[in-house]
């Protein structure tokens, strides 16, 4: 089954290193700041065999923009839920601080895409309006659920207007207030968004090893997102619409960074 994901935690999930899926698998796995320092995340990268790195909070009172490049990430995103040096993320009302608009445009100016999962919505349109790259590497859609990190459909036109790629998480808490979530109620996530919008800018970003709870049947195990393809055949949805949404979509936007 082919799989590719916009978003995996792996590498930053514990105090040690965890060497990701392998070196062929189309999985962007992603460096979450936490309470790391810079050096420390780049110890971590440069032990990594990922192919597809990305930065998830940069933060850092020790970043250094040249070595950040060097990675060549696959996207970056500004800020985590809080408040950082660069702005605001999706706990406020308040956008980019002159450093994060300056932050955009130099990564703009080298092809990296800046990822708007996590920030406020006064900070998305700040990076809509100064970055060539957009994307959302995992979030779900406030049309089926109201929740602070999911995005609404305004945001979803701007993003497929800039051809930005949306990845929809499988975190249970972006689609209920329950602790449980039937499979059948978080594709409702995906057939909402293939309803109102164009399938092409559509991907899965998991969020593996980075959220407490995750649909019924699915574990943190790739082979489990068989359950999820089932339902979307279920549901009426043709092999090739299901195969564009688990790896097409992104394979192909990989292969163009």
Not at 71 to 85: A, D, H, M, Q
Not at 130 to 148: L, P
Not at 153 to 174: P, S
Request: aromatic letters at 14%.
């Amino acid at each position: 089954m082919n799989i590719a994901d916009f978003h995996n935690d792996i590498l930053t999930c514990g105090d040690g290193v965890v060497t990701p899926y392998g070196e062929d698998r189309k999985t962007v796995t992603a460096l979450f700041r936490g309470k790391r320092t810079f050096s420390e995340i780049c110890e971590i990268a440069n032990y990594s065999k990922s192919r597809y790195l990305a930065f998830e909070d940069v933060g850092y009172d020790d970043l250094d923009f040249n070595t950040l490049i060097k990675f060549s990430p696959v996207y970056v995103g500004l800020t985590w839920n809080g408040e950082n040096r660069f702005g605001y993320g999706c706990d406020y009302l308040y956008g980019l601080k002159n450093e994060g608009i300056n932050l955009v445009k130099k990564l703009s100016s080298e092809k990296i895409a800046i990822d708007v999962a996590h920030l406020s919505k006064r900070g998305f349109i700040d990076v809509i309006e100064n970055a060539d790259a957009v994307v959302d590497s995992h979030t779900c859609f406030s049309g089926v659920f109201r929740h602070k990190r999911n995005i609404e459909d305004w945001q979803i036109r701007i993003l497929v207007e800039k051809n930005g790629l949306i990845g929809v998480t499988l975190c249970g808490y972006f689609s209920t207030n329950e602790k449980k979530l039937p499979i059948e109620k978080f594709a409702r996530q995906i057939d909402y968004y293939c309803q109102r919008f164009p399938l092409k800018n559509l991907c899965i970003g998991t969020d593996f090893y980075g959220c407490d709870f995750l649909p019924c049947g699915i574990t943190e195990d790739y082979s489990s997102l068989s359950v999820l393809k089932e339902e979307l055949f279920r549901l009426g949805y043709p092999e090739k619409a299901v195969e564009d949404i688990f790896y097409n979509n992104l394979s192909e936007f990989l292969d163009k960074t």
